[in-house]
C-alpha cells in the first residue's frame, strides 16, 4: 500500500482494500468521516477536510470523476484530474485515507443500478443536465456503503446536490449524517470551483458578477421588492456583463427548495450561468 513519506495517508484503490482498513476502526468505535470530491481540489474542498478532521475520529476523502453524473462527453473529458497535487494537499490535513477507484472498481461490467431521487432532483440543474443527479445519487449511495462512514461533509455551493443527497439518505435509511459547510470564495467573492481554472482571464474578471448579483438581488428581495421583476432584472445584469446564457436564476424555499413567488419564509437564490463554454453555479441564502 503506497504511504506518503513522514504522512500517514494511505491510497486505496478498491472496495476491499479501503474496508479491510476501516473494519477495525469501526471495531474500535472510532466515528468515521467521508469526503466525497472528484478531485481537482481546492480551498472549498479543503474546508469540508478540515471540518471532518474536527468532527471525526478516522478522515476518508473520495476521489472519483463520476462519468455517470456528465451529461456532457466534452465536460467529462475536460474535467481536471489532478491526483498527485490532491494528494499533496490532502496529506498534511491530517486525512487517513484517499479512496481513489478506478472506474472498473466503480461500475464493473454488467452494472445496472440506477438511484433516481424524484422531485427534489427536478428543476434547477436537475433541469439542465438530465440524468446527472441519478448518477450522483448513485455514487454517493456506493461511497456512502462502501466507506460505511458515520457522517459526510458536503459544499452548500452544490445546494441541490446536498438536498438531493439528504433526501436518499432519509428514504433509503443510510446510516449517515450529513453535514454542510458554507461556501468558500475567492477574495472578489466568486465561489470556489474546480472549473474556474477554465475560465480565460477576460472571463475570469467577469466572473465575481455573478456573486454580486446575487447579492445584491438578494438583498432587494430582502427589502420587499417584488421577486419576478428582481429577478429579471438580475438576469438582464449578467448577461450585459458578458454571461452567454443563464440556465436559471430562481429564488426557492430555503428548506424544500419549493419555487417561491413571494418572500414569505426562509429562502435563497440559486443560479447557473454560462461563461463561454464554463457553467458556474451559485447561492445565497436571503436575510
Ligand atoms: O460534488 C461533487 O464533487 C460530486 O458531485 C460528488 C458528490 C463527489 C459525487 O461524485
Known amino acids: ?16 482494500d479501503l474496508r ?16 466525497p470530491t472528484m478531485g481537482a481540489l481546492h480551498a472549498g474542498h479543503l474546508s469540508l477536510v478540515q471540518a471532518a478532521r474536527a468532527q ?9 470523476v463520476n462519468p455517470k453524473q456528465f451529461n456532457n462527453a466534452d465536460d467529462l473529458a475536460a474535467y481536471p484530474r489532478t491526483e498527485a497535487s490532491d494528494v499533496a494537499q490532502l496529506a498534511p490535513l491530517g486525512v487517513d485515507i484517499l479512496y481513489a477507484p478506478t472506474e472498473t472498481e466503480m461500475y464493473p ?3 445496472a443500478s440506477s438511484i433516481c431521487v424524484s422531485g427534489i432532483s427536478e428543476g434547477l440543474c436537475g433541469a439542465h443536465r438530465p440524468g446527472h443527479f ?5 455514487i454517493v449511495a456506493k461511497l456512502f456503503l462502501q466507506t460505511g462512514a458515520d457522517m ?26 450529513v453535514r454542510t459547510v458554507p461556501i468558500v470564495r475567492e477574495a472578489d467573492g466568486l465561489a470556489m470551483s474546480s472549473r474556474n481554472i477554465r475560465l480565460s482571464a477576460a472571463e475570469r474578471a467577469i466572473a465575481p458578477t ?12 430582502a427589502s420587499g421588492t417584488p421577486i419576478a421583476p428582481v429577478l429579471a432584472t438580475a438576469k438582464t445584469a449578467l448577461l450585459a456583463a458578458g454571461f452567454r446564457e443563464i440556465d436559471y ?7 424544500d427548495l419549493q419555487p417561491l413567488k413571494q418572500y414569505d419564509r426562509p429562502a435563497r437564490l440559486l443560479v447557473a450561468a454560462w461563461l463561454g463554454n464554463t457553467r458556474l453555479i451559485d447561492t445565497v441564502a436571503i436575510q
Not at 500517514?8 to 478498491?14: A, E
Not at 441519478?134 to 448513485?138: D, P
Not at 459526510?152 to 449524517?177: S, Y
Not at 455573478?210 to 428581495?221: D, E, G, R, S, Y
Open 210 to 221: 455573478l456573486a454580486a448579483t446575487l447579492i445584491k438581488t438578494a438583498a432587494h428581495i
Open 109 to 111: 461490467p454488467g452494472f
Open 56 to 64: 471525526a475520529d478516522r478522515v476518508i476523502v473520495t476521489l472519483f
Open 152 to 177: 459526510a461533509f458536503f459544499g452548500e455551493k452544490d445546494f441541490q446536490q446536498v438536498a438531493v443527497v439528504r433526501r436518499m439518505v432519509m428514504d433509503l435509511n443510510i446510516p449517515i449524517d
Open 134 to 138: 441519478n448518477g450522483v445519487a448513485t
Open 20 to 35: 479491510a482498513a476501516t473494519n477495525p476502526w469501526r471495531q474500535q468505535g472510532h466515528k468515521i468521516a467521508v469526503v
Open 1 to 16: 500500500v503506497p504511504k506518503t513519506a513522514a504522512m500517514n495517508l494511505t491510497i486505496f484503490r478498491t472496495v476491499t
Open 249 to 255: 436564476l430562481e429564488c426557492r424555499s430555503d428548506t
